[in-house]
Nanobody, 126 residues
């Protein structure tokens, strides 16, 4: 079982940067792939980025590739999302998620993640 607590959200101007943190607790954290998803008002939840249990593999949605970086520090039980060159279309509630196993398959599928954070609002003004 994993519990996730997010921080770092807020309001930022277009072109600016934010860093999200997701602190995890629970015995399965070190072997769990983790990911970030986001959901804008009236839209479906969409994949943003994922990272394997070791941090050796990362994957990104095309719309954030080159601007966002996902990383993890297992010693601190924390996963991060560094967001640079933010755009108004990045405005959404961002969710941290973790799987119940070490499998990295279907990394972009929200249905394959068992544990979720409460979500944190990111608003990018033009």
């Amino acid at each position: 079982q994993v519990q996730l607590v997010e921080s770092g959200g807020g309001l930022v101007q277009a072109g600016g940067s934010l860093r999200l943190s997701c602190a995890a607790s629970g015995r399965t954290f070190r072997s769990s792939p983790m990911a970030w998803f986001r959901q804008a008002p009236g839209k479906e939840r969409e994949f943003v980025a994922a990272i394997s249990w070791s941090g050796g593999r990362t994957d990104y949605a095309d719309v954030v590739k080159g601007r966002f970086t996902i990383s993890r520090d297992n010693a601190k039980n924390t996963v991060y999302l560094q967001m640079n060159s933010l755009k108004p279309e990045d405005t959404a509630v961002y969710y941290c998620a973790a799987r119940a196993s070490s499998s990295y398959g279907a990394y972009a599928s929200s249905r394959d993640y068992t544990y979720w954070g409460q979500g944190t609002q990111i608003t990018v003004s033009s």
